[in-house]
């Protein structure tokens, strides 16, 4: 089964990029998803296969996913990108086929 | 607009049972996928268990499977989990999503379970 691994912090000045990896063995070939998760909030999904945005996430976030490797990245970081993010996947062939990654602190320095 | 509202958490002995349930409105509740996530005090999340729109398959974490039980009501717009033999380390807030196609689009606001003696 999938173990998802990110780094658990990641640091960024305001108005640069975020870049935030989800690895596992061959995680190019399953769809990535991607959710936010603000301090007292539920999370909130911010990229979905892949690639997609859900309506009202602005288009400074965006994602790709190939080889070991999945990102999200986020373009011109605000204070308000400032929490954890979660990548996440479906293993259909699994008998626990949910699978989250360990999770990333963003921090806006 | 998609709401979803948690509800049953609460303090509860280790080995004893608890019933969450979650009320959905403004979506086709039948037609869709329901999520139990869960997040144990100051950790990442953690996907707890799914139950298809009609009920067909329904899926467990391996640290759940055999303690706990998904199930729904398409009539009432109801989903539940049933969980038993309750650990300490079923200390969480769980949430309920809403699924489609296998990730998870929207969330309740959470209820706290906490397992302690």
């Known amino acids: 089964s999938y173990v998802l691994t990110q780094p658990p912090s990641v640091s960024v000045a305001p108005g640069k990029t975020a870049t935030i990896t989800c690895g596992e063995n061959n995680i190019g070939s399953e769809s990535v998803h991607w959710y936010q998760q603000k301090p007292g909030q539920a999370p909130v999904l911010v990229v979905y296969?892949?690639?997609d945005r859900p309506s009202g996430i602005p288009e400074r976030f965006s994602g790709s996913n190939s080889g070991n490797t999945a990102t999200l990245i986020i373009s011109r970081v605000e204070a308000g990108d400032e929490a954890d993010y979660y990548c996440?996947?479906?293993?259909?062939?699994?008998?626990?086929?949910?699978?989250f990654g360990t999770g990333t602190k963003v921090t806006v320095l | 607009e998609v709401h979803l509202l948690e509800s049953g958490g609460g303090l509860v002995q280790p080995g004893g049972s608890l019933r969450l349930s979650c009320a959905a409105s403004?979506?086709?509740?039948?037609?869709?996928?329901i999520s139990w996530v869960r997040q144990a005090p100051g950790k990442g999340l953690e996907w707890v268990s799914s139950i298809t729109g009609g009920s067909e398959r329904t899926y467990y974490a391996a640290s759940v499977k055999g303690r706990f039980t998904i199930s729904r009501d398409n009539s009432k717009n109801m989903m539940y989990l049933q969980m038993d033999s309750l650990r300490p380390e079923d200390t969480a807030i769980y949430y309920c999503?809403?699924?489609?196609?296998?990730?998870?689009?929207?969330w309740g606001q959470g209820t706290l379970v906490t397992v302690s003696s």
């Open positions: 999503a809403k699924v489609d196609v296998w990730y998870f689009d929207s």
């Open positions: 403004g979506f086709s509740f039948d037609i869709y996928a």
């Open positions: 996440q996947l479906w293993d259909a062939r699994s008998d626990h086929p949910g699978v």
């Open positions: 296969d892949d690639r």
